[in-house]
């Protein structure tokens, strides 16, 4: 196997959307992934994915509001092996960076295990709550979150219904221009 440079790794700007707050009793109800190139910041891959619930009696009120989830819309979902298999794909040798880490990294390593398949990711994780704190603090932002940040860079905040394809590019657009500044 050759060994990738890490600066020549792309970056998989990723977002989920889950059942609820606990990775491995909530679970995955869509992932979003921009692939990025890390030099250039052009747009590689983008991929999305509904999946499908094991256990619906778990989902979480609040969560449902965020998301959206309902079944109507998630009929046509992946089982969650199919769908991981294809993020690892495309993900492979690039290194995880996500708005929320904790969070979304959580769950995607929660889905490795889950269904058995060796992450082919690099093990190194960007923080762009991080990044933007070092950034922008002293500028006068006062909360990190996806929505203000986004609007101190003067970019549209996420819609009320979040979809992990909308979070994954708009934590994509915000990476861009706190890496430019």
């Known amino acids: ?6 600066l020549d790794r792309p970056i998989a700007v990723t977002d989920v959307e889950t059942s609820g707050l606990i990775a491995g009793h909530h679970e995955i109800v869509e992932i979003g992934l921009v692939l990025v190139d890390q030099k250039s910041f052009k747009i590689l891959n983008a991929y999305e994915v509904k999946t499908k ?3 619906p009696e778990r989902f979480d009120e609040t969560a449902r509001g965020l998301n959206g989830y309902n079944e109507a819309d998630w009929a046509d979902a ?4 199919k769908a991981m298999v294809c993020y690892n794909t495309l993900a492979k040798e690039a290194i995880f960076c996500s708005h929320n880490v904790t969070f979304d990294w959580g769950f995607i390593d929660q889905a490795y295990k889950q269904i058995g398949l060796k992450n082919l990711m690099d093990y190194h994780r960007l923080d ?4 933007a704190w070092l950034k922008l603090m002293s500028r006068g932002l006062k909360s990190v ?6 609007k101190f860079l003067g970019l549209e905040p996420e819609p009320p219904i979040h979809r992990a394809i909308n979070g994954a590019m708009l934590a994509y ?5 706190l890496t430019n500044m």
């Open 1 to 6: 196997m050759v060994h990738m440079e890490y």
């Open 173 to 177: 657009e915000v990476l861009k221009r």
């Open 145 to 150: 979150s996806l929505d203000n940040v986004a």
């Open 53 to 55: 619930i094991d256990h």
């Open 128 to 131: 762009i709550p991080t990044m």
């Open 78 to 81: 992946k089982p969650l092996f």
